[in-house]
T-cell receptor
Framework: NAGVTQTPKFRILKIGQSMTLQCTQD?????MYWYRQDPGMGLKLIYY???????DKGEVPNGYNVSRSTTEDFPLRLELAAPSQTSVYFC?????????FGQGTRLTVV | GQQLNQSPQSMFIQEGEDVSMNCTSS?????WLWYKQDPGEGPVLLIA?????ELTSNGRLTAQFGITRKDSFLNISASIPSDVGIYFC??????????????FGTGTRLQVFP
């Protein structure tokens, strides 16, 4: 039972580069979320989705984009990477009140 | 936007001690969730609370949904080394019945010394 899978686990980007963080879940959950966690800090909601074709902004959406073409996949896109986007990114899916998290992607922008 | 403030920010305790932490919000929540994050991992749900005044236990953990619906408390009894981690409160804020968002608190970092 894979749950929520994120790829890659680690990535170093140069300023101005773009990349897509992948997230897929096999639990058929409608709700999916992207969070970022800066060192020693809590989780900040970037974007979320309540189902395929529907996405909405969270607390810190600037510099990111998402899409939700299928129930399973919820990729997060960084178009012009900036040092302020250095963080650990977590994807989660949710059923009722419980959210299930992936292992995270550690991103460094230099 | 909504903010969940947790206190204390960090705790350093000896094995066997009891731990108390709390979470407060400026707005009402209909559901309170408590998560634990181990180093290098994603958060995992510990306890879910659905009703004001509710008291729920999970082993050595006990959590309470505050009467005002703006706060929640988590207690850990007889701490052990594997309790080390970051504890987060979370919930969908009650605003126009929109329970789609799930926001997290600032976290309480727990260190347990043998």
């Amino acid at each position: 039972n894979a749950g929520v899978t994120q790829t890659p686990k680690f990535r170093i980007l140069k300023i101005g580069q773009s990349m897509t963080l992948q997230c897929t879940q096999d639990m058929n959950h409608n709700y999916m979320y992207w969070y970022r966690q800066d060192p020693g800090m809590g989780l900040k909601l970037i974007y979320y989705s309540v189902g395929a074709g529907i996405t909405d902004k969270g607390e810190v959406p600037n510099g990111y984009n998402v899409s939700r073409s299928t129930t399973e996949d919820f990729p997060l896109r960084l178009e012009l990477a900036a040092p302020s986007q250095t963080s650990v990114y977590f994807c989660a899916s949710r059923v009722l009140s419980e959210a299930f998290f992936g292992q995270g992607t550690r991103l460094t922008v230099v | 936007g909504q903010q969940l403030n947790q206190s204390p920010q960090s705790m350093f305790i000896q094995e066997g001690e009891d731990v108390s932490m709390n979470c407060t919000s400026s707005s009402i929540f209909n559901t309170w969730l408590w998560y634990k994050q181990d180093p290098g991992e994603g958060p995992v749900l510990l306890i879910a609370l659905y009703k004001a005044g509710e008291l729920t236990s999970n082993g050595r953990l006990t959590a309470q949904f505050g009467i005002t619906r703006k706060d929640s408390f988590l207690n850990i009894s007889a701490s052990i080394p594997s309790d080390v981690g970051i504890y987060f409160c979370a919930g969908p804020p009650d605003r126009s019945y929109n329970t789609d968002k799930l926001i997290f608190g600032t976290g309480t970092r727990l260190q347990v010394f043998p």
